[in-house]
């Protein structure tokens, strides 16, 4: 049976090529498992809490997305996600999950505002306000 080829260590950084199927060197094997666990104060954007919001705004926008281009068709494009509408983080490092700072939004909506948004961060404008 042919070997499989060998693959960089997964850990940033580490080049040390590994030839089994875990993905990390015997250095760094313990990552695997910590990619794994989160904190219990922690659901993640996955977690339960993060669904029900989710479709709680999904319903509430009628599945329709509410960026600023769709606005202004006469039928808006389905939504499949979740936008938030001002990406500032607060003092504690995270994004505000209240309904009035999330909307529906079309992926590819979603997906030009986040290019937009990065594009700006690149300039120096990280922390505005964007549609």
């Known amino acids: 049976m042919a ?10 950084g580490c080049g040390t090529l590994v030839y089994d199927g875990s993905g990390y060197c ?3 094997a313990g990552d695997a498992e910590k ?3 989160k904190a219990s104060d922690e659901s993640g954007r996955g977690g339960r809490p993060w669904r029900r919001l989710r479709d709680q705004v999904l319903r509430r926008d009628g599945y329709l997305c ?10 808006p494009l389905v939504a499949h996600e979740v936008d938030h509408i001002d990406n500032t983080r ?18 590819d909506c979603h997906r030009r505002k986040t290019q937009r948004e ?4 690149r300039k120096g404008g990280v922390g505005r306000k964007f549609g």
């Open 3 to 12: 070997r499989q080829s060998p693959k960089p260590c997964m850990h940033a």
């Open 26 to 28: 015997v250095k760094h």
């Open 35 to 37: 990619e794994w666990i």
């Open 66 to 75: 509410q960026c600023e281009d769709c606005a202004k068709k006469p039928v």
């Open 90 to 107: 607060g003092s504690d490092g995270r994004l505000s999950d209240d309904p009035d700072n999330l909307r529906a939004i079309n992926r």
């Open 118 to 121: 990065a594009a700006a961060g």
